[in-house]
């Protein structure tokens, strides 16, 4: 069946303090693997797309890499307006259904 | 338009009501997604077009709920009969068509709160 798993859950940080988001997947040949922010009463905001295994992309303090089995988002120096919700999402039947994960919810404290 | 336009932005109905929310994608993008998104951030898949039809409707709830995307009219996505548990913000999401839809991102709409009373 086909999988999306996002960990953690909620990750709380202190301005400055590095860390890393996780995507995990389970689908049969992926077509590219898509990460969003959303911010509350918002609709999710296109961050990054990664098509393959040892691609990596970087926007600011956003650095989103792919592995054959997962994704990484590394969050370096965060700042407080980094909060947010963050998803990841996998299209699957030839693109016409994505399916995404639970996300992550991102506290950044100043 | 250079955004995914959703109305209304909340709307209430009373369990048994119909519900019609409406999309206006970005002009120039054949494709269209609606998502319902409940609890946790929990983003469920409900159907896609390509310009006019249907691709893949296998997350729609078929007894109540239609959506319809037709030339020059926003896309609709409605609830017959509605139920406390259709209570949710739903989501329309649009994307460009250029080296196949699984190749693009998509852009999403502010979404409809719908709350069943």
């Known amino acids: 069946e086909d999988q999306v798993t996002q960990s953690p859950e909620a990750l709380r940080l202190q301005e400055g303090e590095s860390s890393s988001l996780n995507c995990s997947y389970t689908?049969?040949?992926?077509?590219?693997l898509f990460w969003y922010r959303q911010d509350p009463g918002k609709g999710p905001e296109f961050l990054f797309t990664?098509?393959?295994a040892g691609e990596e992309k970087e926007k600011e303090r956003l650095k989103a890499t792919l592995t054959k089995k997962e994704s990484f988002l590394h969050i370096t120096a965060p700042k407080p307006e980094d909060s947010a919700t963050y998803l990841c999402?996998?299209?699957?039947?030839?693109?016409?259904?994505?399916?995404f994960g639970a996300g992550t919810r991102l506290f950044v404290k100043a | 338009g250079e955004e995914v336009a959703q109305t209304p932005k909340h709307l209430v109905r009373g369990e048994g009501q119909k519900a019609k929310l409406y999309c206006a994608p970005i002009?120039?993008?054949?494709?269209v997604f609606w998502y319902q998104q409940v609890l946790k951030n929990e983003f469920k898949f409900l159907i896609s077009?390509?310009?006019?039809?249907?691709?893949?409707e296998t997350g729609m709830p078929k007894e109540r709920f239609s959506a319809k995307c037709l030339p020059n009219s926003p896309c609709s996505l409605e609830i017959q009969a509605t139920k406390l548990e259709d209570s949710a913000v739903y989501f329309c999401?649009?994307?460009?068509?250029?080296?196949?839809?699984?190749?693009?991102?998509?852009?999403f709409g502010d979404g409809t709160r719908l709350s069943i009373l």
């Open positions: 999401a649009s994307s460009q068509s250029l080296g196949g839809v699984s190749n693009q991102p998509q852009h």
């Open positions: 689908v049969s040949g992926l077509r590219g």
């Open positions: 990664l098509y393959s």
């Open positions: 999402a996998v299209p699957i039947t030839g693109g016409f259904k994505t399916i």
């Open positions: 002009k120039g993008h054949s494709y």
């Open positions: 077009f390509q310009n006019e039809n249907v691709f893949d």
